[in-house]
């Protein structure tokens, strides 16, 4: 997908760097909260990932501090990320912060880790879901804007501007890419008894709501946050990679098992990447939801036999 002509340019980071080790701890930790589901794992993985990471801030910190006072030229400073980094602290700028950024991570995941992901459709369980899901985004995003008064954290709705040929061109391929793939995945797999039983217009209904709001919550989280946290540090494929990571786990646990991996993490890699070339979270938020009325409907035509057999090959 070529890049919106109106989109900003991307940060300039360093290709390699030892905050990736702390990116990755806390990273990993979505896996044992949701894959392995071991709690106590995920929390160490937390405090390491965020120990090393203040390790790494204040190492780099001095290095920068010892390269501004040695940059006289500004052309190379501009040029070398870390020589830039060193040159706006020392004016007062405060670059971003990997520990700061990583705990947000680390809030979020903490928050979604507290409630089991096991798809409901009763009150209570449509109560807790929005309660954590709701604050694995608000408290992040409330910390960045008034404690850490960095506005790390944005929804950039309309992004780059209008849409593109090409990328009205994909909405008609994730649709028709979703119908070939995954009533195939779903019915065959038998992932679709992860899902509770739809065989009533309010429970149709309430799945209806579900899938989407979920939807929505994956882009604001992954990619609005953790994505767009770690692409303030990180190369964009190291960026896309960590937050896949996280993206695919959480998928897991709510009930995309047996070979869905297989289509989760190109999904994930491939949201970021839209995201990355569109910073349009209405273009992504599309995207998702087109997939899912898709999920939609097969989970209503799997519990139900008959229903919609018309619709689909399986």
């Known amino acids: 997908m070529p890049a ?37 794992l995920g929390w160490v993985l937390l405090a390491a990932g ?23 030229d500004s052309t190379q400073a501009a040029q070398d990320p870390a020589l830039s980094r060193g040159l706006a602290a020392a004016a007062g700028i405060r670059p971003p912060s990997l520990v700061r950024d990583l705990s947000l991570i680390a809030v979020g995941l903490l928050i979604v880790s507290a409630i089991p992901l096991k798809a409901e459709l009763d009150n209570l369980a449509i109560l807790r879901f929005a309660i954590a899901l709701g604050g694995a985004v608000a408290v992040p995003y409330v910390i960045s804007r008034w404690a850490y008064r ?6 950039p709705w309309r992004g780059g501007g209008r849409w593109t040929r090409f990328q009205w061109t994909w909405l008609i391929a994730v649709l028709l890419l979703g119908w070939l793939i995954l009533p195939f995945y779903f019915i065959t797999s038998g992932v679709y008894l992860n899902w509770p039983v ?13 899938v989407g709001a979920v939807g929505i919550w994956d882009e604001l989280f992954f990619i609005c946050t953790c994505f767009a946290l770690l692409r303030r540090h990180f190369p964009f494929w190291q960026a896309n990679l960590l937050q896949a990571v996280v993206f695919v786990s959480f998928l897991w646990e709510l009930g995309y098992q047996a070979w869905g991996p297989l289509l989760t993490i190109p999904f994930a890699l491939l949201q970021g990447f839209i ?6 979270l209405a273009y992504v938020v599309t995207v998702h939801l087109l997939f899912d009325a898709v999920v939609f409907l097969v989970l ?3 519990h139900n036999p008959g229903m919609l057999d018309g619709l689909f090959l399986v």
């Open 4 to 40: 919106h002509p109106d989109a900003p340019p991307a940060p300039a980071v360093r290709t390699w760097s030892w905050g990736l080790a702390p990116a990755l701890l806390v990273c990993l930790a979505a896996p044992a909260f949701f894959v392995v589901r071991v709690p106590w």
């Open 150 to 155: 960095d506005r790390a954290i944005r929804f």
């Open 300 to 302: 209503v035509h799997a």
């Open 275 to 280: 995201f990355m070339k569109t910073r349009s």
């Open 50 to 72: 965020l120990a090393v990471a203040l390790l790494t801030e204040r190492t780099d910190a001095a290095a920068r501090r010892s390269a501004a006072a040695r940059a006289h």
């Open 198 to 210: 739809v065989d009533t217009p309010e429970l149709i209904a309430r799945l209806f709501v579900g």
